[in-house]
């Protein structure tokens, strides 16, 4: 029954790298720096600039949603993302939310939208960007906004509870 | 021996000793039960601050990655990893044969005379037993070598640089097949894929007679079910990350029980284990998952990353990728044929069963009738067969194929009879072949009021979902938009067999604030909200005063960790021991600071203690705790001996599923509405009650939390979750987040959550658990509820649209 068979192939290694200089101004404040041409927004965010809300669940595959940042007004992957696109952009994480004091961290904390936490910012940075464009959205849109974020622990009722809230609260309400 | 004669230490063994009894609160309950506690992770976890091990990354750390098996079943013939180690950046290799680790055993471990390591269950019955073998049982198993690189880039390149020659040999992928006669054997050296293990008692459950009682019947049905594979898929993917400072080892895990860790490695690598120091941070989901330390996707990893990281002299982080981390199934494989016999009034009298498993967990099916029901006569019989996919283990839980069974049963008796699921719930509710009046008398005995719980959840359940007006005959009823309306109930015990062993020390702080002093890990279950709750109580001082950092040990007082069904409900128990005598303690000083005050005429309320008998008469515990040293002109801490006591709590016999002498008193009930498209096969879940008798909800948001993730979880497991193996090569065909579904925001309609407290638990204040409970629930209740929809059983998990259109003759 046994049969032989490679199945590792061999590659050309090293691969030849370019590198880009960027700029990105990220929760208000500017950095540059020299990305490699294959470096996500993900990994400079996370690994080189050391923001620890920029998660993955995924293996950077574009499935989960906890990578989740706003740029330029737009919440997108940044693990789909190529650092050297974003050149010149306009960067929001969680970090800033909390440091401004965005309503929804409370909001999320009142309600328990968390249980393991590693998914949270994710839906934080999505929720924020939700409430930017439509400051009083119904149960219906923020469920169709934050339906690309996975949270495995199930916490999702909550987060409806929590992003109305703040919406209001936002409006002064 | 009398109390008082009892030495230190045996009076805290004496004091943690679980006293079987109701917990009837001797305290005013202000912080315990209350809403808008502000949860102690919250800001943390929502702020982006909190770390979690992926998150770890230390100077100079390299990172290392471990080779997964492409075959379903294959040895090393042969292996070059000359071009990986060339490419540049690759710093370190360990290969298979390398004498340092070739040989080595990773299950289980000597820790003096005794064997410590959970070597039972799933991983067990695989021949895994080496770090880093040569031999794989499944596709994705861990093998043949590890590579550490400047990058994790650098090091997955370098893996596919590695030359293998592998000798694939024969595999089988269901538990069925494996059994047959000319099915491979996989273990080697054995003559048949039949597994147990040796020391499991449960594999034959006999009690009363079946055989008679068939005979006897109104009413004597038979049927098949099959579940297929689903697992944990927590969020964050596993990790570890070791360094070395001189002799002494530093570990970040991801893992439950980061202590059990600790002993591995020191073992492993005979280093004393004051010289290692294993963190565990927030974890991102575990639900079990990472709670079997000793098998090579926790302690294999640590040991390889450790000795990458002595050779290297470099920090070392191990990882896995998604498709790394889709392993260790639930431990409900299984295919089950069922006979049960029913008198014609809803009495169930027989019920035997087979079920076959493959890569057996623990739990065979019968338990929960034997927990829970008057039923007298039961049989169960469990089969094991080693197939070529992971080893399962307990994610959330163990009890899935007890459940699964008892739903199945019931909803099928009471659809054979013609019968409401829940008037046959209740004519069958009990322990162990008795009757309510048995349950009745023991609460009676032990202090507990005696509440019908099942008929409290049930009424409330049916209220909520309009179950009277709803609930219909299967395939009767048609919507406007052409859908088939399903209504479906089931029903349990309450996950109350607390169990665990923990230890805690509360000291007051100079400032009169209060910390909890005990390690333990974070997968998201909130308990430290209630231990501080709980403490604060007890000690009669506020929420916000009491504190508890428990990643900042590692070593000292540990609470049981977030696993094994137990957290809370064992250490809400170790936190009120410590808090009882600490206040005590606090008295004892205090009443040294009053004139003419003895210990017991004093209290304490919102943090300040006051003579009894005249209230205004009153310190703040701060003035208490502290002595003024006015002649420095500063301030002088501990001039007065601090006020630290800890407690230990051990209940339950770890590891067994019931404790003699102590039948579970709570109920559960759940129900759901959905709509099946007869077209599409779709199923759409309109609405899901779940009640749950939790005894008492110490932090109501909390439990409500579990309550509704469970919902997702077991929506997910009955409908979408199912791991596909290739048939031809063994291979997972879906182990990522796209293909593997598990539900979004948009899957499913609204979830009520109703907290019944009646007080009837185990656990401290008459709680119990919650977190396994819906989870492991509602995945069973999907078939009701699709053949009251359909009229047409399918008893194949999870019911996809396409077994749907299939049962339907549609496909």
Redesign the interface.
């Known amino acids: 029954?046994?049969?032989?068979?490679?199945?590792?192939?061999?590659?050309d290694?090293?691969e030849p790298v370019s590198e880009g200089k960027i700029k990105l101004n990220v929760n208000g404040e500017v950095y540059e720096l020299t990305v490699q041409s294959d470096w996500t927004l993900q990994y400079v965010l996370?690994?080189k600039l050391g923001?620890?809300?920029i998660?993955?669940?995924?293996?950077g595959?574009g499935?989960?949603g906890?990578c989740t940042v706003i740029a330029d007004k737009r919440p997108i992957l940044s693990c789909m993302t190529l650092a050297l696109e974003c050149n010149g952009k306009t960067i929001e994480?969680?970090?800033g939310?909390?440091k401004e004091n965005h309503p929804?961290?409370e909001a999320?904390?009142?309600?328990?939208?968390?249980?393991?936490?590693?998914?949270?910012?994710g839906f934080?940075v999505t929720a924020k960007a939700l409430l930017d464009r439509n400051s009083n959205p119904m149960e219906d849109e923020v469920?169709?906004a934050?339906?690309?974020?996975?949270?495995?622990?199930?916490?999702?009722?909550?987060?409806?509870k929590s992003v109305l809230e703040a919406a209001e609260n936002l409006r002064g309400g | 021996m009398t109390q008082d004669k009892k030495g230190q230490y045996e009076k805290i063994q004496a004091e943690g000793q679980y006293q079987i009894g109701a917990d009837i609160p001797t305290i005013t309950l202000n912080e315990i039960g209350k809403r808008g506690v502000r949860r102690l992770d919250g800001y943390e976890k929502a702020s982006g601050n909190a770390i979690f091990t992926r998150d770890v990354k230390l100077p100079g750390m390299l990172y290392g990655k471990i080779l997964m098996s492409p075959h379903a079943h294959a040895k090393i013939k042969s292996m070059d990893t000359s071009n990986a180690e060339a490419l540049p950046g690759v710093r370190g290799v360990i290969r298979y044969d390398d004498p340092e680790i070739k040989g080595k055993m990773l299950n289980g471990c000597y820790f003096g005379p005794e064997w410590v390591c959970p070597d039972i269950a799933g991983w067990a019955l695989k021949p895994i037993h080496l770090v880093l073998g040569d031999e794989a049982w499944y596709e994705g198993q861990p093998l043949g070598v590890v590579i550490v690189a400047d990058t994790e880039d650098i090091a997955s390149k370098a893996l596919r640089l590695v030359c293998v020659q592998w000798e694939e040999l024969p595999f089988v992928l269901d538990q069925e097949e494996a059994l047959k006669q000319n099915a491979p054997v996989l273990n080697p050296g054995a003559d048949t894929n039949v597994v147990a293990h040796p020391a499991d008692e449960r594999l034959v459950t006999k009690k009363g007679d079946v055989d008679k009682a068939f005979k006897e019947a109104d009413k004597v049905i038979e049927f098949r079910v099959k579940r297929n594979a689903h697992l944990w898929a927590g969020a964050e993917p596993p990790s570890t990350v070791v360094r070395w400072r001189g002799d002494n080892l530093e570990m970040w895990v991801h893992q439950q029980q980061p202590y059990h860790a600790k002993m591995l490695i020191s073992e492993w690598l005979n280093l004393p284990m004051t010289k290692i120091s294993v963190f565990s941070l927030y974890q991102g989901g575990a639900y079990g998952g990472r709670g079997n330390p000793a098998n090579n996707s926790e302690n294999g990893m640590n040991i390889l990353a450790a000795l990458l990281a002595k050779s290297t002299g470099r920090p070392v982080k191990v990882l896995y990728n998604r498709r790394e981390s889709f392993y260790g199934e639930s431990g409900d494989m299984m295919v089950g044929y069922f006979k049960v016999g029913a008198k014609n009034d809803g009495t169930i009298t027989a019920v035997q069963m087979k079920n076959i498993f493959a890569v057996y967990m623990c739990t065979p099916g019968i338990e929960h009738f034997i927990d829970n029901t008057r039923i007298p006569n039961l049989s169960c019989e469990t089969v094991t067969a080693d197939v070529s996919k992971g080893p399962a283990w307990w994610d959330r839980c163990e009890q899935l194929p007890n459940s699964l069974c008892l739903t199945l049963v019931f909803d099928r008796v009471a659809d054979a009879l013609g019968l409401d699921p829940t008037e046959v719930a209740l004519k069958n509710d009990g322990c162990d072949g008795h009757d309510m009046s048995y349950l009745s008398e023991y609460k009676k005995k032990h202090g507990f009021p005696d509440r019908d719980s099942l008929k409290e959840c049930i009424e409330a359940g049916k209220k909520a979902i309009d179950w009277d007006e709803k609930w219909h005959a299967p395939g009767a009823k048609m919507l406007p938009n052409g859908k088939m309306h399903g209504m479906a109930f089931t029903w349990d015990h309450q996950w109350d067999d607390v169990r665990g062993t923990g230890s805690a020390a509360i000291m007051i702080e100079n400032d009169g604030t209060v910390s909890i002093i005990a390690q333990q890990s974070d997968i998201g279950v909130n308990p430290w909200t209630a231990y501080c709750q709980i403490v604060a109580d007890e000690l009669g001082v506020r929420y916000e005063d009491v504190n508890i950092k428990p990643f900042d040990l590692d070593h000292g007082f540990a609470l049981m960790s977030p696993d094994g069904s137990a957290c809370l409900c064992s250490n809400g128990n170790v936190v009120k021991k410590a808090a009882k005598k600490a206040k005590m303690m606090l008295l004892e000083l205090a009443a040294q600071k009053f004139e003419d005050v003895k210990a017991d005429a004093l209290d304490v309320k919102d943090g300040l203690i006051y003579v009894k008998a005249a209230p205004e008469k009153k310190k703040t515990i701060k003035e208490v705790v502290t002595k003024a040293m006015p002649m420095f002109a500063s301030c002088v801490f501990w001039t007065e001996a601090p006020v630290i006591a800890w407690a230990w709590h051990t209940q339950g016999l770890w590891g067994e599923a019931m404790e003699t002498g102590r039948p579970r008193l709570l109920r559960q009930a759940h129900f759901i509405e959905a709509e099946v498209d007869p077209e599409l096969g779709e199923i759409e879940i309109k609405k899901v009650v779940n009640v749950n008798d939790v005894g008492k909800a110490i932090s109501p948001e909390t439990v409500e939390g579990q309550m509704y993730g469970g919902t997702y979880m077991g929506l997910g497991r009955g409908l979408s979750e199912e791991l596909i193996w290739d048939e031809q090569t063994g291979v997972r065909l879906n182990a990522n987040l796209l293909n593997y579904k598990i539900a979004t925001m948009l899957e499913y309609g609204p979830i009520e959550t109703i907290i019944q407290e009646t007080g009837m638990g185990h656990g401290p204040y008459g709680a119990c658990g919650i977190g396994e409970a819906t989870p492991t629930m509602i995945p069973a209740l999907l078939g009701p509820a699709v053949y009251n929809a359909i009229g047409k059983w399918i008893d194949d998990y999870p019911i996809t649209p396409e077994r749907v259109l299939k049962a339907l003759g549609k496909a």
Do not use: W
């Open positions: 029954m046994s049969k032989e068979k490679d199945t590792a192939k061999h590659e290694f090293p996370h690994d923001f620890n809300s998660k993955d669940m995924c293996s595959k499935e989960c906890s994480t969680v970090e939310l909390a929804l961290i999320y904390i009142k309600h328990h939208c968390m249980q393991c936490g590693y998914c949270t910012p934080v469920r169709e934050l339906a690309g974020n996975l949270c495995r622990c199930g916490t999702y009722p909550q987060h409806v």
